[in-house]
């Protein structure tokens, strides 16, 4: 029998920002924003599972524990090669189809990720990203040969930093799409992602609107639901 084709997220992480360290950890509602950030990836239909990536710092040990709580798989690799991290990542679990998504994105667009992935198989592309989403709601699908193409091409240090960003200087050399979302989630003036103190006051508040007693709320939900929140949230 054949081996069927994997799809998976990897859920980049480290304890380590600048501006708000330790913030993937930090609680709302009683949950981590890591932990609601794979709630919501493992809402997509189209994913067969999700690893969180993080370093081999002593810090981010914490992630680990963390990741192993929520019974989730944890790979550790290099702090700043983050590209290198993951393609020693698809080394190991063999994934067709990878989904980039980042912890410190509790919002993360569930549509979105089923969408970007339909699309890419469809059209046998090498990468899709769906723009003019919040910032912070988007994932990115990139094959795994296209992610081993970016590593053994991508050679800057920004392009070992930021992982797929190499596709986005060099489009022509890859099958790429950039849809766009449904109207109504259009909102790329809204910024949902948790990068500083004022950040995590805001999404914490926005998501405290909404009762959490059952499966992850969509997005539009969030975005129509509290329009005085939402003008707090400008990118």
Known sequence: MSKVPLTLAFLQARMGSTRLPGKV??????????????????????L?????LTTLRDEDDRLAEEARRLGVECFRGPDRDVLARFRQAADRYQPEVIVRATADNPLIDIGSVDRIIARLRAEDLDYCMERELPVGAATEAITSGALARVDRLGLLP?????????????????????????????RPEVRLTVDTPEDFTAVADLIRTLPEDGPPIPLLTYLERAPALISRLRA
């Open 158 to 186: 920004h392009h070992r930093e930021h992982v797929t960003i190499f596709i986005k200087e060099h489009r022509g050399e890859f099958r790429a799409a950039f849809p766009q979302p449904p109207p109504a989630l259009r």
């Open 48 to 52: 067969d599972g999700a690893v969180v």
């Open 25 to 46: 950890l930090l609680q709302i509602q009683g949950k981590s924003i890591l932990e609601r950030a794979l709630e919501r990836l493992g809402a997509a239909r189209s």
